[in-house]
């Protein structure tokens, strides 16, 4: 079956593949709302903490739904492994494979998922429907090496000619927390994903199939080129970015940096770090792939289409057995927070030769709040994760966003109503931040201010980043407010971001702002006062900043 990639494929016009394409990335986005409405846990059903996509026989990736960018980093790894493990002549309709590793499984932590179907058209394989979920169960435990993390699942077959394999459902289900969610939540993976295959199955039946994956082949093409010619429009020279990382998980920050080389239409990425470390913000290389793709096309060109075409151009290296790119066996469970960090010295890099398309820092973090306990009543185990927004760094033209996330998570917030019926917890506050815009001729965004009261004991997990260093203001514009974690006075005090919550007891969870884009006295009065107004900063404050009563 593997000959079917060197089929010569037939001349498709541009509105044919203009036609196809859209379809792809309809395809997707509905896959991704079968997703949601089919899952049963808040982190998917509510926050929508999961992706789908399309990629072709090769595992290149076609179309990714505009959900999360980080879970590309555990799509593109997911169907070498696959072949490695299962020759792609033994595949049959129907098959189902289910993977999460880090180092054995092409994924970035363990409590993302993956399942990946591949896609027939008659008895010939063209391509594979793949999606992933966040599963919030491998919660409170270690995270000195992978081996704490949870449970391990390389590239195995779930489904066999669509026939469940159910040992291997109740291998996974016995090591879960909550194994009721699980399983509802993996068969809503398995509904979306069987959606695609049929979706692709009449796309091939209606244009023919060879169309269709001639016209995938020139949708990669159309994203390379439209990459280089956005690379090509940035100075040539070498750009280099540090900045600092920290994390409740170690003491201090650890230095992280980039060197950026612009040469024609092609890009050079090189990062540096420290060693890993025993705590889960170490990267393996396929998270800081998604990362910096990421990345270079918000400034490159925000229009490119999602698909493989667009990482041609740019030759991605880093330090092996760095916190950047770390080796087995590393925890990585808060990769997230570092990726956020690697978007940093991305766009402070490549602001020194294209300001007027970069923001300022956003947030710079991934605050998380990860619960678990036992309901009052049933002593039912429960887990509840919320990764909560902060600010968006001001624009050259217009201010920053308040309140959101950013970057590579790109998650909703669960709503009260929602949070309080699930689990024995308050929300008592839920506001912006006044002040933590950073200022500036545009300010950034506002960070937010969540109070969480336990109404049962739990064990809380909290982790984020910005709680030293604050993010960085751009062309004169001063940086955004820090995060910080406040506990009520009986608290026992954290260690390394985990400790217990009596019945009663709050934290406060402050997440970051972000930093302004250009010099303070470059903003309007009108402006200053409308600030002023809605309480983003006092008349007193206001006057100090900048000079404006």
Not at 20 to 27: E, F, T
Not at 327 to 348: E, F, K, M, W, Y
Not at 434 to 454: E, I, K, P, Q
Request: net charge negative.
């Amino acid at each position: 079956m593997s000959a079917a990639l060197d089929i010569a494929r037939p001349q498709v016009d541009p509105i044919t593949v203009e036609v196809i394409g859209s379809a792809l990335s309809s395809i997707v986005e509905e896959m991704g709302e079968a997703l949601v409405r089919a899952s049963y846990s808040t982190n998917i059903k509510e926050r929508r903490d999961c992706s789908t996509a399309l990629f072709d026989l090769a595992g290149r990736t076609l179309c990714q739904a505009e959900h999360i960018p980080i879970h590309l980093g555990s799509f593109i790894g997911i169907v070498e492994h696959i072949l490695k493990r299962h020759p792609m002549s033994g595949m049959r309709p129907g098959d189902v494979f289910c993977g999460n590793d880090a180092y054995e499984g092409g994924g970035t932590h363990l409590p993302d998922i993956v399942l990946a179907e591949p896609i027939f058209v008659g008895e010939r394989m063209i391509g594979w429907a793949v999606n992933l979920a966040h599963h919030s169960d491998f919660a409170d435990r270690g995270h000195a090496h992978i081996f704490q993390e949870g449970l391990r699942i390389p590239p195995i077959r779930l489904y066999k000619a669509g026939e469940l394999q159910r040992d291997v459902q109740e291998l996974i289900l016995l090591n879960c927390q909550v194994p009721r969610e699980r399983l509802s939540d993996l068969r809503a993976q398995m509904a979306a994903n069987r959606l695609g295959v049929q979706r692709m199955q009449a796309l091939c039946a209606k244009y023919g199939t060879e169309v269709v994956l001639a016209a995938g082949d020139a949708l990669l093409d159309y994203a390379e080129r439209k990459m280089r010619a956005g690379i090509a429009a940035i100075p040539d020279g070498t750009y280099r970015f540090e900045d600092r990382h920290d994390s409740p998980e170690i003491a201090g920050e650890l230095p992280l940096s980039v060197e950026i080389e612009v040469r024609g239409d092609a890009m050079r990425l090189h990062f540096d770090g420290p060693p890993q470390v025993r705590a889960g913000i170490n990267m393996v290389m396929t998270a800081l792939l998604a990362t910096v793709y990421y990345a270079v096309k918000t400034v490159v060109d925000p229009t490119l289409l999602p698909n493989a075409g667009l990482a041609r151009p740019l030759t991605v290296t880093a330090t092996e057995g760095s916190v950047v790119n770390c080796t087995h066996p590393a925890a990585v469970n808060a990769r997230l927070s570092t990726c956020q960090r690697v978007v940093d010295l991305i766009h402070g890099a490549l602001a020194q030769a294209v300001p007027e398309r970069v923001t300022a820092a956003h947030n710079g973090a991934c605050v998380v709040a990860s619960f678990v306990g036992r309901q009052p009543g049933t002593g039912e185990p429960w887990v509840y994760l919320e990764t909560i927004g902060g600010g968006f760094g001001a624009r050259a033209t217009k201010d920053g966003l308040d309140g959101v996330h950013v970057h590579t998570t790109n998650t909703s917030n669960l709503p009260v109503e929602a949070l309080e019926i699930e689990y024995p917890l308050t929300l008592m506050r839920y506001e912006l931040v006044d002040g933590s815009g950073g200022a500036g001729t545009h300010r950034g965004g506002m960070g937010l201010r969540r109070v969480y009261r336990a109404e049962a004991d739990c064990r809380l997990r909290v982790d984020g980043s910005r709680l030293h260093s604050a993010p960085w203001g751009l062309q004169g514009g001063l940086p955004g407010g820090k995060g910080r974690f406040v506990f009520a006075p009986d608290v026992t005090p954290f260690a390394l971001g985990n400790g217990d919550l009596k019945a009663g007891q709050w934290v406060e969870i402050i997440t970051p702002g972000a930093g302004g884009y250009g010099a303070p006295s470059g903003r309007t009065r009108e402006a200053v006062a409308r600030d002023v107004a809605e309480g983003r900063l006092t008349a007193e404050e206001a006057a100090r900043i900048y000079g404006k009563a």
